[in-house]
Structures are given as C-alpha cells and as structure tokens.
C-alpha cells in the first residue's frame, strides 16, 4: 500500500465489496471469507481478488498479497486480529479496532448510531488499563482524564509495505510522562495528540465512511498530514528534519 498513489475511482464492483464488508464487520464483530462475500456479491474469485488489492490500494483494506484465500488483516477502521483496542456493545465484546487512533471513530459508523460503545485498552508505557466511553463520534467518558494518544512512526513511514506497522504504532498513553517513558522503551521519539485532536484529526474519515458509499479513495501524502497534525495544535518537530 505505497505513498503519494495518483488519485483514481473505486470500481463498481469494488464500492459494493466495500459496503458489504463494513456491514458484515459491524453486525458480526469480524471480517467475511471469500465465500461470504462471494455469496453478498456474485463475484467470483479471480474477480474479488482484484477489487480486494484495488480497496488495498485505495486504503480501504489491508490484505496479505500472498495469500490465496483473500486474507483480509484490517478494514479500517477494524482490525482481524487482537489490538490493542477492544470495543464493547451492548455490555460485551464486539471486535477490536485498528488502533487507538480508529478507535475513535468507530462509533460514526451509521450502524453504531445512538450506541455507546466502550473501548477497553492499556497504557502503552505501562500497560494500565484504559477505558473511553464514545457515542456519535462523542467521548463521553475516559479513564484516567489524562489520557492521550502516543504516535511513535512518522507519516514518512506510514504504508511503505502495509499499515500494520502505522496501527502498531498509534496508542494510548496515561499522560504525557508515560508517553516519554514509552518513547525511552522502544527508543524512538513520537508526538502525542489529545483525544480531542484525535477527534479532528479522524473527523473527515468519520463522517464519509458508510455515510457516501461513493467516497473515493484517500491518498496518503505524508506531508499533507503532519500539515494537517501541526494545524490542529499538535508538536510535530520530532518528525521535522
């Protein structure tokens, strides 16, 4: 999934797989087989191959290229596999999310609407848990009040195979001594956004996802976004040459 990809159009055939596995994640908890959407779609194999790797392309799912089954590893904003975010509904387990980050747009995903949903994670730092409480896109409630979100790989290092290292590296910390204590761990420097810079930075995202079921695909452009981290406040210079 490169960087800085030309702007292009979602396939037909793609805009229906796309909307047939955010349904399916949000009703199911987990992502679809071959066989599921095979049978949602008609498409055949060969087929939902390609449109898998052009919703790759398109930053929509992370797939496994080697793979013959059509592997999907995330579906933004859903992880395959345990995170470090649990989201609960309805009192009990429901999926986990992509990252600390996605977590917080979850809960804009028509689905969701009118749901709380509980998201249970740790400090990075120390492990210790942390738990938000979202609606509609809005925290309702957060443990402890001084949590923030730790991003320790540069937007210059996002997607240059997949986004699993990029998800890895969004999480939540304590505050911003644990968010120091993380960096001297993996001995590497990061920046820390609010949960209300978050908030902003998911919004755009939030707001198309599952709402326009033509939203073409986004190009990740890394200057552009630590423009757009700098302009909501948050301290960019670890990324700066």
Not at 8 to 31: I, K, M, N, P, T
Request: with cysteine.
């Amino acid at each position: 999934m490169p960087q800085n990809v030309p702007a292009f159009r979602f396939s037909d055939d793609a805009l229906r797989v796309r909307q047939f596995v955010y349904e399916y994640w949000c009703r199911e908890g987990r992502g679809p087989n071959l066989r599921a959407v095979h049978e949602a779609t008609g498409l055949g194999r060969v087929r939902l191959l390609e449109v898998y790797r052009e919703l790759d392309l398109g930053l929509i799912l992370t797939i496994e290229h080697a793979a013959q089954q059509g592997v999907i590893l995330k579906c933004q904003p859903f992880s395959s596999y345990p995170s470090q975010v649990a989201v609960h509904l309805d009192g009990r387990f429901h999926c986990w999310a992509g990252c600390a980050m996605e977590s917080i747009a979850i809960s804009l995903m028509p689905p969701f609407a009118g749901k709380e949903l509980r998201l249970e994670s740790y400090c990075a730092c120390c492990l210790a848990p942390v738990a938000l409480t979202v609606q509609d896109g809005a925290l309702v409630s957060r443990v402890p009040a001084s949590t923030l979100i730790h991003v320790s790989h540069s937007p210059r290092e996002w997607n240059t195979t997949n986004i699993v290292c990029m998800c890895d590296g969004m999480n939540f910390v304590h505050d911003a001594e644990h968010a120091l204590a993380y960096e001297k761990q993996i001995s590497r420097r990061g920046v820390v956004l609010t949960l209300e810079q978050a908030q902003r930075f998911v919004a755009g995202t939030g707001q198309n996802r599952m709402h326009r079921y033509d939203w073409e695909p986004v190009p990740l452009i890394p200057d552009r976004v630590i423009g757009g981290l700098k302009a909501l406040g948050v301290d960019v210079s670890p990324w700066e040459a």
